[in-house]
Each structure stands twice: as C-alpha cells, then as structure tokens.
C-alpha cells in the first residue's frame, strides 16, 4: 500500500493528537516552587514554535515501529533543550526579539534568561533519567556536549570573513542539526531499533537540520518580519557570516572582499552598511548556492529512509523534509 506525500499542514493535522499530549507535557513538567521558573518557561516554551523536533521525533519512532508513550516524553526531552539553547542564545547574541514577541532576556533579565535555561536542561536530564533507557541518556549527553561546542564555535568565528564553508557546516551541525539527530536516532531507539537503523536515523536527523539551518540563513535575507517573527538581516546585524554571505565573499572580487572584512570587523554596521553586505550576497548568488546546498542534504537525507517499510509517519517524514526547503518562516 502506498502512502502520498502530504503538505505540512496535512504532516501536523496528522500528528495533531501526539503534540497535544506533548503541549500539556512541556507545561505540567514547568513545575516549580520557584514561581518565577514556569513563568519564565512558558514565555518561550509557549510563544509559538513550530514543534519541528518534537515532531522528528513523534515520526521517526513510528516509522521505526514505536507508537508508545516514551515519544513524549523524549519530545518534550527534546523541546527542552532546543528551548534552553534559545534562552542561552538570545543573552549571547543581545538578541530582543523572539517568534515576534520580546525575548526572556528582554522581559526578565540576562540572569534569569540563563538559569531558567540551565533549568529547562536539568528537568530534561531528569525526565530522561525516570525513563532510564542509557542509550537515549548517551544520545542527549553527547548532543549536549555538541551544542555547547557549537556556541563556542560560533562566539569564535561568526565574525570572521575568513570562514570556510567546511567550518561553518560544523557550526551550523553542533548548533543545529546534533539535536535534530538526536531526536531522529532517538526515535529509533524507542522502536528498539538496531545499531545499523540507528545510524541511518541519525544521519537522517544531521542532514535535514543542516538544511533546516541553512534555510534559516536565507530567510534572515529574504524574510519579511512578519514572516520571521524578527527583524530581518539580523545575522548581519550580529556580524554573524553565515553560508550565503561565505559564498559571495569566495565570489566577489577584491575591493568588494575588503569592504566587507573591514565592516564584519567592527562592532556595529549601520543600516546603509548591511545593505552593502545584503547587496553582495545578491549580487554573488550567495541565496542561490545556499538554497542548492539546503536542497542536496535534504535529498541526501531522504535517502536514508529508503530502508524503512512504508508507512504514514514515513512519508510524513519525507513532507517534512521537503517542507524544510519551501518554507517561509
């Protein structure tokens, strides 16, 4: 029997049950006696996501074979910790703004951004602990250490002209795609899957995140700020060279290199200024090429689900890869 693939629409319609159960489990697990832990977790916990890990996860232990109550718990695991890194990103990156509404920073302070943070991973370590599976413990252990990398990585580099897509890919899969792996191979695992569905899963999980991410980086320069909950080019503004700007300074030629490496040098651009950088990403094919990278790891992605037998969740799976290359927000 075959499955048709569906629109995003019709990914989530179908999921529309599991992420209730997951909704009401990201806020009764917000629970505290410090009143201002909750509070602070709903800000961000609730402001609209797209639930886009969770779900990963929701599919991939189905398409595997596991429709249990362990998918959502390692949902919310899993919610948690992407919620954490935003909390912490938002204070690294002065960031104000967040899925269109202020940031936790911003309303709460750097201070309590960063502790409600390290709570949200703390209570995902202890979710995950009552569930005592090791393997998944090892999973979100080593996705931890990746994401913190990936911060570090990102502090050191973003601003460096000199960049190497290479480098930046290992940014963009610490910071980003590690936790989507983590979600896919995790999934695998609740089917108790064996070592060789485990690492198809996973590397699942790595490609379409990298293309999540460099989506990402073309809609920070194509985006409205409608569409992306946040002013648009704020990468530039934060000085970040993210993989089309990479491109068009591999591209450009020396004036216009130069240009850019003095202005990613300073501290602030003024508006004028990151419209010099937009234009050169414009100018180079900068979106062009990062649109074509995002496309080849979601198609290389797809392939790993080759093996699985077909089901609903694993077409649902290949819509949301898909969807990762069409998306506006």
């Keep these: 029997m075959g499955y048709e693939p569906q629109d995003i629409e019709g990914v989530f319609r179908y999921l529309q049950g599991d992420l209730r159960k997951v909704e009401k489990a990201l806020?009764?697990?917000?629970?505290?006696?410090v009143s201002l832990i909750p509070v602070v977790g709903k800000h961000i916990t609730l402001s609209g996501g797209k639930r886009f890990r969770p779900a990963v996860l929701l599919l991939s232990a189905e398409a595997c074979g596991y429709k249990g109550p362990r998918r959502t718990v390692m949902a919310v695991v899993t919610e948690y910790m992407h919620t954490a890194t935003l909390l912490h990103d938002d204070v690294v990156d002065l960031g104000n703004v967040r899925r269109g509404r202020p940031s936790a920073n911003v309303v709460f302070g750097n201070?309590?951004?960063?502790?409600?943070?390290?709570?949200?991973?703390?209570?995902?370590?202890?979710?995950?602990?009552?569930?005592?599976?090791?393997?998944?413990?090892?999973?979100?252990?080593?996705?931890?250490?990746?994401?913190?990398?990936?911060?570090?990585?990102?502090?050191?580099?973003?601003?460096?002209?000199?960049?190497?897509?290479?480098?930046?890919?290992?940014?963009?899969?610490?910071?980003?795609?590690?936790?989507?792996?983590?979600?896919?191979?995790?999934?695998?695992?609740?089917?108790?899957?064996g070592k060789s569905l485990r690492g198809r899963m996973y590397e699942y999980g790595k490609s379409v995140g990298i293309a999540f991410q460099l989506m990402d980086d073309i809609l920070d320069y194509t985006g409205t700020e409608k569409q992306l909950g946040k002013p648009p080019r704020q990468d530039l503004r934060e000085g970040k060279v993210t993989l089309p700007l990479i491109w068009a300074l591999r591209e450009a030629g020396p004036a216009d290199r130069k240009a850019a490496a003095t202005l990613l040098g300073r501290g602030k651009r003024t508006e004028r200024e990151i419209s010099f950088l937009a234009r050169l990403v414009e100018k180079n094919g900068g979106i062009e090429y990062t649109s074509r990278t995002a496309r080849s790891y979601v198609d290389r992605g797809k392939r790993f689900l080759d093996g699985l037998p077909e089901s609903r969740a694993r077409a649902a799976l290949l819509s949301l890869s898909d969807y990762i290359v069409s998306r506006t927000h």
């Design 111 to 193: 201070s309590v951004s960063v502790l409600v943070g390290d709570f949200l991973f703390a209570r995902a370590s202890q979710l995950m602990t009552e569930d005592g599976d090791i393997d998944v413990l090892g999973i979100y252990a080593r996705t931890l250490v990746s994401l913190t990398e990936g911060e570090v990585l990102q502090l050191m580099r973003s601003s460096d002209p000199g960049i190497t897509e290479k480098d930046y890919l290992r940014v963009v899969y610490n910071k980003t795609a590690s936790l989507i792996a983590a979600a896919s191979e995790t999934g695998a695992v609740l089917a108790g899957a």
């Design 27 to 33: 806020v009764s697990n917000l629970k505290s006696p």
